[in-house]
């Protein structure tokens, strides 16, 4: 009885664990392969599509300037870019 209750809690943990890290992972990847605007403390912009992002960097690939690595320290906003923001050849238009 107790060797089995013991599996089944341990089960159910497992199973905890799994739904938390998918959570986590969905609200981490919102924004890949989208195009962002990256607003830096230093009053930069940057705006393209987010390739990569970790605890430290968030890398873009913008149209001006190629691929970027942005330390996640410098970056006051990122924010997705909706279609309305977007010109007929790409450009974003802020609101």
Do not use: C, H, W
């Not at 990847?29 to 962002?36: E, R």
């Not at 990569?52 to 320290?73: C, F, M, N, Y």
């Amino acid at each position: 009885m107790t060797k089995s209750f013991l599996i089944l809690v341990s089960v159910v943990m497992l199973l905890f664990q799994v739904l938390l890290a998918q959570e986590n992972a969905e609200e981490t990847d919102v924004y890949y392969k989208k195009i962002v605007v990256v607003q830096t403390f230093a009053g930069r912009e940057y705006v393209g599509e987010l390739i990569k992002q970790d605890e430290r960097e968030v890398i873009l690939e913008t149209k001006e300037i190629g691929r970027i690595a942005i330390p996640k320290l410098e970056i006051k906003t990122m924010k997705p870019v909706e279609e309305d923001q977007l010109g007929r050849s790409g450009e974003y238009i802020p609101d």
